[in-house]
């Protein structure tokens, strides 16, 4: 019996992921994987065709429990961590990224609803509450600035360069059972039941993807509980707002009904929209500090990008395996409890103080 109305919607987490190989710190796509006997029940490491490492997680019904199952899945592929194996022997630890060399790992959301399961009609029905703001999602979650091994200006170089591949844009009045569509609907498998696949995100650090969750549970709550959808734009604006959303990340200019406006300006206007269903939520401070960040114009890319280019700055012969082990360390200590302004700091990736910043409306109490 669920407690809580917002515990109805529940969600699941597919999480790709690079590699990184230690102690030489170098990045690739070798297969990583946890110890035998550590996984819990629900949860899987899997062998992705394209990428190699996956993780999914553990059905969850709160945004809390998903941010904590999630940083303690994530957390068991430190090998190191193991009392049997020594620092000084090969490792590979996880590397969230959505792109470096030449594939790309991406985050899926899976949506479900635990007292109406979902058909294709119905999966259809939350499809259209969500499609027009998955430029938002993808501002969120933008995190390869790097392509080929090269430093780029781009926040997503996989959502520009993989999107009629592997996540085709479709139209908001339609939902297939394509695999490669941006959101489809996944139907019933013995392991899971039917959902609502939203494939656009790229591979992240539990924050920004718990970040996405997050905003995606709003409008399925808001759907669940009858009311309309807040965002309906043209086709033309829709993929026009994709695309800056991929170049610029947070920086860009998102439509919300017609209005063009900052992806700051339109994450507040969100997070007032979804006013009740957030606050019902019980969203982590965790979480707040990072819809803060992201109204700062910070977001995975940025933080990437601002590490990757000090440390080639510092020595551009050996500027990847500066940064990996950098990285290696910082999130280790993420998963750890570290925040993510620990985070950015030991990946010597300078943020803005986010301390003043308020969410929604001024009067708005939700972040505190």
Known sequence: MMRHRHQRIVIGLELEAYTIETPEYSIGRQMAFPRKGVGEKGERFARDWSIGTEYNSHPFSTIREGFFLLKAGLRKYARRRYRTLSRSKKGRELFLVGGWRDRYAGAHIHVSDALEPLTQKTARRLAWHLHDHIPLLIAVCANSPVWADEITNVCSNRVLGASRTYFRPIDRRRLTQRAFDEMLFSRE???????????????????????????VKAVALNRAEGGAASNTITKAAYLHSRREAAALGMRARLCWKGEWMSASRYLDRFIWTYRRQLDEMDVPDEIWTTFKLLKRKINGAAIIHAAARLAHAEHPQTWQRRFAKRYVNALDRLLSGDSILDFAERLHAPVPDVDEVWLGRRSLRLAG
Not at 203 to 215: D, H, I, R
Request: charge should be positive; hydrophobic fraction near 40%.
């Open 189 to 215: 498998r013995r392991r899971k039941p039917a959902t609502l696949e939203i494939r656009i995100c790229d591979s992240n650090v539990p924050e920004f993807v718990m970040t996405a969750a997050c905003l």
